[in-house]
């Protein structure tokens, strides 16, 4: 049985490397994150039409690598992310906003991954151009958020923490529970 794995988490935590890394070293897939390619060719000037957009679009990415690596008797799959982390970043964008209401899109999304992994914010803030929330606070809310999204779904999540390669090994640990 193929276990689908999705790194979750604030920006700027080391998401695309770790699954990077762990894609390498488990000899598997990684689907990238299709959110930052959107960015990247359309600007952070986005609404929730264009996050659901990036959700479903990240969502069909991630089943047909899944079942890819179940056609290739893979034992993993990694998701650099996956439609949770979108929701997240709606309620970060707009949830302070008056009138703001979670699409439904969100809530009706069951293609859960196996295990989260949810990585902490103990790595410095890298500004790349695309990164938004670097103040402290913001980062600490959006790590709360997370982590309420995963205890909210019920789904099973380790917390992985460390620089390097503690990180690394921390990963792999949770992998091997």
């Known amino acids: 049985m193929t276990k689908r794995i999705c790194l979750h988490g604030p920006e700027s ?4 490397t770790l ?5 390498s070293h488990l000899g598997c897939e990684v689907v990238p994150e299709y959110g930052r ?4 060719a359309h600007g952070t000037d986005i609404g929730i039409a264009e996050l659901v957009h990036i959700a479903e679009t990240q969502d069909t990415m991630n089943r047909a690598a899944a079942a890819r690596a179940v056609e290739l008797g893979s034992e993993y799959v990694l998701f650099d992310t996956d439609p949770l982390i979108t929701a997240v970043w709606a309620e970060m964008m707009f949830g302070q906003k008056k009138g703001y209401r979670r699409d439904p899109w969100f809530d009706r999304f069951t293609g859960h991954a196996d295990l989260y992994l949810l990585l902490d914010i103990d790595l410095p803030f890298v500004d790349d151009g695309l990164r938004v929330y670097a103040k402290p606070e913001e980062r600490a809310h959006f790590f709360q958020l997370c982590k309420a999204e995963l205890d909210g779904r019920g789904v099973s999540y380790a917390l992985i923490r460390g620089e390097g390669e503690a990180r690394f090994s921390a990963a792999q ?5």
Do not use: V
């Open 173 to 177: 640990a949770a992998l091997n529970r």
């Open 19 to 23: 699954a990077t890394r762990l894609a």
């Open 37 to 40: 390619a959107y960015c990247e």
């Open 13 to 16: 935590t080391g998401k695309s």
